[in-house]
């Protein structure tokens, strides 16, 4: 009986401290963060093309306008009409002469016939509307303004990828960087010198991604973490389950991320998608993208 009121006791007193306890674990939960549910990542580092990006126009860099040398010549035959790629040399159209014998039309340059107004019967001359225009070379440019905070990176021979609307991606390399700015809008001009086989459409726009210099390699957050705001620019972290605000400077960018120079760490986890919503301190729950499908 002894035995059996000691075993009693301890229970008993093992019951006690387990209630007492539980006030102190509810307390616990009670005092952990709980606010709202954010998608988070972990800065990491990443190279950046140094590039400059320009938005412009094509057009034709020498266009040569060919007309008979002499007047009251009738367009007999025609050889060559727009769209065409001819040679130097080759035979354009055919013209009668006045007195009688023909007149046959070359072109001096090769290229692109980029336009023509000869038709059958109709009289040309040297002071007349051009018989065709092309294209010399098959050459362009793509014609672009850039902010005066670029322009002074630019330098010609820098080479360069050309996006335009209706062909595909060629190459391209600088030719010229206007010496001026434009004073009210502060937009320079630079010419990018595209040679391609491709039929390129004058006046269509078209993008230009121009090289500038080395790779630049450091951390890189999501351009949606990146919030810019009165006192500057800043990226959003959390530690501790709360959001800590820190100013950062930012760098190049590209392909929805950008460089962050100063202020996130590699490894710091970033709130991938600031907003003012969300304050200093305030209670977070973070979870990954992975988490967040």
């Given amino acids: 009986m002894p035995h059996v009121a000691t075993r009693a006791l301890s229970l008993t007193f093992a019951a006690a401290l387990l209630a007492l306890a539980a006030p102190a674990f ?22 950046f093309n140094n590039v400059v990006e320009v938005s412009g126009f094509i057009l034709a860099r020498d266009e040569t306008a060919i007309r008979p040398e002499r007047p009251g010549l009738k367009v007999a035959e025609v050889l060559a009409e727009a769209g065409d790629t001819v040679t130097a040399g080759q035979t354009l159209a055919r013209l009668n002469l006045p007195e009688g014998g023909f007149q046959m039309i070359q072109t001096p340059v090769a290229g692109l016939v980029s336009a023509s107004t000869a038709t059958i019967g109709a009289m040309a001359s040297a002071r007349g509307e051009a018989l065709f225009s092309i294209i010399a070379r098959s050459e362009y440019d793509l014609v672009g303004l850039v902010p005066s905070a670029d322009i002074a990176k630019l330098a010609v021979n820098q080479q360069a990828t050309v996006t335009i609307v209706g062909a ?6 600088v030719r010229r960087v206007a010496p001026t700015i434009e004073p009210n809008s502060q937009l320079g001009q630079v010419f990018v010198g595209l040679t391609s086989n491709q039929r390129l459409l004058v006046n269509a726009s078209g993008r230009a991604s121009i090289r500038t210099g080395q790779q630049s390699c450091s951390v890189a957050v999501p351009l ?12 959003q972290l959390v530690r501790g389950n709360r959001v800590e605000t820190k100013g950062v400077e930012v760098g190049l960018s590209s ?26 301190g305030d209670p977070v729950r973070p979870v990954t993208a992975a988490e967040a499908k």
Avoid: F, H, M, W
């Fill in 224 to 235: 949606t973490a990146v919030l810019y705001t009165s006192a500057g620019t800043v990226v």
């Fill in 26 to 47: 509810a307390a616990d939960e009670t005092d952990a963060p709980k606010g709202a549910s954010v998608t988070v990542l972990k800065a990491a580092k990443s190279c």
């Fill in 168 to 173: 595909n991606t060629i190459d391209g390399k």
């Fill in 255 to 280: 392909g929805g991320q950008v460089e962050i120079k100063g202020g996130v760490k590699e490894g710091d986890v970033v709130v991938a998608r600031a907003g003012a919503l969300l304050r200093e």
